[in-house]
DNA sequence: GAAGCTACCGTAAACGTTTACGCTCATATC
DNA sequence: GATATGAGCGTAAACGTTTACGGTAGCTTC
């Protein structure tokens, strides 16, 4: 008679009659013949409670299904055991992989997460969703920002509990603690790989600035360049999009400038990137390397299988779940951050003396 | 004097003094010279308070930034506006896009969302999972269970709150509410399309049936062939991985059966598929049509560009969150299955007379 | 055998709300 | 002018915990 296809009759096979009403400390005090106290004290295994007391209440606990009411500890502890985490709502690789991994460590280590996701304009949405995070009880937030503007915001909102943010590259304030991947590293050995192979005309395929992924991965690249010696290639700041790289990538065999190899800002750019050159018999690794960024699920049957760096988001989550948990309690963690690995595959290779002049593309014609 | 363009002087202006310890009710109350029931009148908009008052009392709260505390309200009315999310805990495309959507259309209905994700063994982490999201307060779960034996655990297991499944073509049972995008009608779609074509010959490298998405997409394109008077043609599950599509395709390879087509359960394993064609100079479309399921970032820049089926998970999230807070409310709601959309790109073209006989493979060699 | 200690346990108050009820005062009703 | 009515507001109790404190019984210690 309700709905349709509805099962508000789900309400008939009820859930016994137990599970209707949730049990609370005092009818485990009843049937245990104690008082709401001493379960409560074994309930947070304190002292003062013998070991026969105990095992009965915890038996009784068990039986009847007994289950902490969250909102009332809550209530009178004002501490709470779930985190919250705000990310920007993109589905983007990065994000993504460190939000599915911080609620599996976060969970491990006994906290509920509740996760908001914020949107442009940020200096507003940013400082609402923190507030609707502290609403909801969480006893700290870490912050997914992957963009700068986002991080500006988190920046300048304020919070009553501490929030730590995850953003590669930028700096700690008094107020939020900042913590990632050292994507610059990955950058170095990616680059460095390159160089291993002989190549010194290493370009730089970027991923938009608006990102410090983006930002940070550019600076590895410049810095293995320079300690190598050798001269800046050349830099094209894009969009992350296989779109973009495709493009531009277009545009470089147009005006006949390939470089030696590339160093691509993301899996997804180096895709883009690598079909242009694959559709105008430029041969990837023959006549240019290119190594990605992010070891996307398929990068190993693109084609050719793309050298790229992997982070290891778990490790990641590990830590900074660690730190905010410190924060939380009042204690300093201090942890040093996370080393991506470099992933060698087919796209990459050495260097031949004829490439080494850069100036002839188009070498293989159209496959 | 910090990094790159960013604002730590942010921080000077600290969260004032009255951030410090939250204002409760009377806290207002007392500043309005009401008592708190009045305040707690005008939070619940209830009636029996003067227009004037109200405004008053509203105008406290903004001033002092008063907020309600939530576990306090939680305690006494024991409702909430907060739903929660079960996952399995892979970072697939399907789930992940679907876990995003929820998110975001749950936050713009006003709820809060907390997530949760499982792992095997199903049948004890599931009914913990539930205890747990049922501890934290949410008023409903959805369950995102790609896996059948997730789904099954799901099934077995009991909740004092509305449950609803988001799993392919699964069926609802009294207790639990299953909805879900018409991923068979997207499958068909796909096959119809390579029929249009004039291909006779479809076969299917199908996804693992341990996922209702494998089991729903096979049957889609077997009704299709049926539909069409056409016979099945080869039929392959897999596991999703571009590792087993690589190996399977190499295999076809070597055995001289490639068909004229090929329904490809994923992109994922297009791309794997795609890969053993290339590296043997079976060439994608000319010999062989192919198109993917699910339409990945990127997959628009595959060699070649694949033609694939594209689901809405934003119209799914819209859906079953309605459904859901339906339930919660105790009205039912009724919903039809979202229809995903066919992407035609260049993976797929007409079948040729010659490739009719699919008995020549390695017509071209090794590009 | 009194004093003191310890181990174990009970009790009251508090956390910040909501809800049900009751009170007061003005106004309408006859 | 007594009575009913209703608008506006205050009050008490409850939600299910935790925490601080107090009490009792048994044991040690001299």
Redesign the pocket.
């Known amino acids: 008679m309700r709905g349709t296809a509805i099962p508000t009759e789900a309400n008939d096979r009820l859930p016994d009659a137990s599970l209707r009403?949730?049990p609370?400390?005092?009818d485990v005090a009843q049937i245990a013949?104690?008082?709401?106290?001493?379960v409560?004290?074994v309930?947070?295994n304190a002292?003062?409670?013998?070991?026969s007391?105990?095992e009965r209440v915890l038996q009784i606990i068990k039986d009847i299904g007994?289950?902490?009411?969250r909102a009332?500890?809550a209530?009178?502890?004002?501490r709470s055991t779930s985190i919250g985490i705000l990310s920007d709502g993109s589905p983007r690789f990065g994000p993504v992989g460190t939000l599915m991994a911080l609620e599996n460590i976060a969970r491990k280590k006994g906290y509920a997460t509740t996760v908001i996701s914020v949107e442009k304009p940020y200096e507003e949405s940013v400082q609402a969703a923190l507030d609707t995070l502290d609403d909801t009880g969480v006893g700290g937030i870490i912050v997914i920002a992957p963009l700068v503007d986002m991080a500006a915001a988190v920046w300048n909102a304020s919070c009553r509990v501490p929030v730590e943010m995850i953003a590669a590259g930028a700096s700690s304030t008094p107020n939020v603690f900042t913590y990632s991947e050292n994507q610059e590293l990955g950058a170095r050995l990616a680059t460095q790989h390159l160089i291993d192979l002989g190549h010194t005309d290493i370009a730089h395929f970027a991923g938009s600035m608006d990102w410090f992924d983006g930002r940070v991965r550019k600076r590895g690249w410049e810095a293995a360049l320079s300690d190598a010696g050798l001269a800046p290639g050349l830099c094209i700041e894009g969009d992350w999009s296989p779109r973009w790289a495709y493009e531009t990538g277009l545009q470089l065999v147009r005006e006949g400038r390939i470089p030696q190899a590339i160093f691509a800002a993301s899996d997804h750019t180096a895709l883009g990137l690598i079909r242009a050159f694959a559709e105008n018999g430029v041969r990837v690794p023959d006549d240019v390397s290119v190594v990605g960024f992010d070891d996307i699920e398929g990068s190993d049957y693109f084609l050719p299988p793309l050298t790229t760096v992997r982070q290891d988001f778990t490790a990641l989550a590990l830590m900074s779940t660690d730190v905010l948990i410190g924060a939380m309690e009042g204690r300093g963690v201090d942890r040093t951050p996370i080393a991506p690995t470099l992933v060698i595959r087919n796209s990459s290779t050495r260097a031949t003396s004829h490439s080494s002049s850069p100036k002839d593309p188009r070498n293989g014609q159209n496959t």
Chains 1, 2 share one sequence.
């Open positions: 009403r949730k609370t400390i005092n013949g104690v008082s709401f106290g001493t409560s004290r309930l947070n002292p003062d409670v013998s070991a007391t105990r007994y289950r902490r009411n009332a500890t209530l009178v502890t004002s």
